[in-house]
């Protein structure tokens, strides 16, 4: 039997990692978030990054704990690096200083950034791929990656490092400014409208959620040295590409608005997946057609 943390439960990802693990038979759960108050179905409790006895406490029995939360999107960090220091990395730190310490073997579960870590890329991108991030965001996750290898060396804390690319399904909140494809589908729905930045050209790896969370449950295999993963499906498209598969999913006609590309922005990534796959040879994506209309429908019931 498992004892298994999700931080960040309350969000996107985490919700729906909740629903997977809900049906895992060999796992206890303990749900954790910035936030105050949730309707998860599990009793839940706001965290303090710094309260070092409280960490204590709360993470003392658990063996496996998903670290889902981030405070910054790439845009936001853009002009003011400073807070991904303040929101993202003192947290994280003091946290690992704190658990790393206490005597149940660990294992961490993070989650990374595909799309800003490895920088400006050409051609197929694999984990080893050379990084050199542009924005405060890719740096500060590339940052965090490494001090979980270094509280790895220096306290054997091991962790699973999940790179995923561009996320979308039900349930995603785009007020955060981040979700291409629930973003279109909701301001399809709202205005008739959307915004596109840049050209059109830009080139993402686009995933369903749940296919996200099927792969991050290799975490639960505890006996296993550290990974790094790409979080990335089959589907690799520019955003005209997106375009036109929404299209032909959804029943109202819009217009696409194009706006000036922001700087923040990667404009190219293409991302070998095989890492993971080799851990589930038999995984079959979602394809994403089905995905998409299958968030277009859950928006339209909202």
């Known amino acids: 039997m498992h004892n298994v943390a999700i931080i960040g439960a309350a969000g996107f990802i985490g919700q729906h990692l909740l629903k997977k693990l809900l049906n895992e038979n060999n796992v206890?759960?303990?749900?954790?978030?910035?936030?105050?108050?949730?309707?998860?179905?599990?009793?839940?409790?706001k965290i303090d990054f710094f309260n070092n006895k409280e960490l204590?406490?709360?993470?003392?029995?658990?063996?496996?704990?998903?670290?889902?939360?981030?405070?910054?999107?790439?845009?936001?960090?853009?002009?003011?690096?400073k807070i991904e220091i303040e929101k993202n990395l003192s947290p994280f730190l003091n946290f690992?200083?704190?658990?790393?310490?206490?005597?149940?073997?660990?294992?961490?579960?993070?989650i990374s950034?595909?799309?800003?870590?490895y920088g400006a890329t050409t051609g197929k991108v694999s984990e080893s791929f050379d990084k050199k991030p542009f924005s405060p965001y890719g740096i500060m996750k590339l940052t965090m990656e490494n001090f979980?290898?270094?509280?790895?060396?220096?306290?054997?804390?091991?962790?699973?490092?999940?790179?995923?690319?561009?996320?979308?399904?039900?349930?995603?909140?785009?007020?955060?400014?981040?979700?291409?494809i629930n973003t279109f589908l909701e301001n399809i729905i709202k205005n008739n409208k959307i915004k596109v930045f840049?050209?059109?050209?830009?080139?993402?790896?686009?995933?369903?959620?749940?296919d996200v969370v099927e792969l991050m449950s290799l975490s639960l295999q505890t006996e296993r040295k550290c990974?790094?993963?790409?979080?990335?499906?089959?589907?690799?498209?520019?955003?005209?590409?997106?375009?036109?598969?929404?299209?032909?999913i959804v029943k109202e006609d819009f217009e696409v608005i194009y706006e000036e590309n922001r700087e923040s922005?990667?404009?190219?990534?293409?991302?070998?997946?095989?890492?993971?796959?080799?851990?589930?040879?038999d995984f079959c994506f979602t394809e994403i057609n089905s995905a998409i209309e299958t968030t277009y429908l859950s928006l339209k019931r909202k």
């Open 56 to 81: 204590q406490t709360n993470f003392e029995n658990i063996d496996v704990i998903y670290y889902l939360v981030s405070e910054t999107i790439p845009s936001s960090s853009w002009d003011n690096p």
């Open 227 to 248: 990974g790094v993963y790409n979080i990335s499906s089959n589907t690799t498209l520019n955003i005209k590409e997106v375009i036109e598969i929404i299209k032909s």
């Open 198 to 210: 840049g050209n059109g050209e830009s080139t993402r790896n686009y995933i369903y959620v749940k």
């Open 148 to 180: 979980l290898h270094y509280y790895y060396v220096k306290h054997q804390l091991h962790y699973d490092i999940y790179r995923v690319s561009n996320v979308y399904g039900e349930g995603q909140n785009i007020n955060k400014g981040l979700g291409l």
């Open 113 to 117: 950034s595909a799309g800003t870590v």
């Open 265 to 281: 922005d990667n404009s190219y990534i293409d991302l070998d997946n095989k890492g993971i796959l080799k851990c589930f040879p």
């Open 96 to 110: 690992l200083e704190v658990i790393s310490k206490l005597k149940v073997k660990k294992r961490i579960a993070f």
């Open 28 to 45: 206890n759960l303990y749900l954790f978030g910035r936030s105050e108050a949730t309707d998860l179905q599990l009793p839940y409790k």
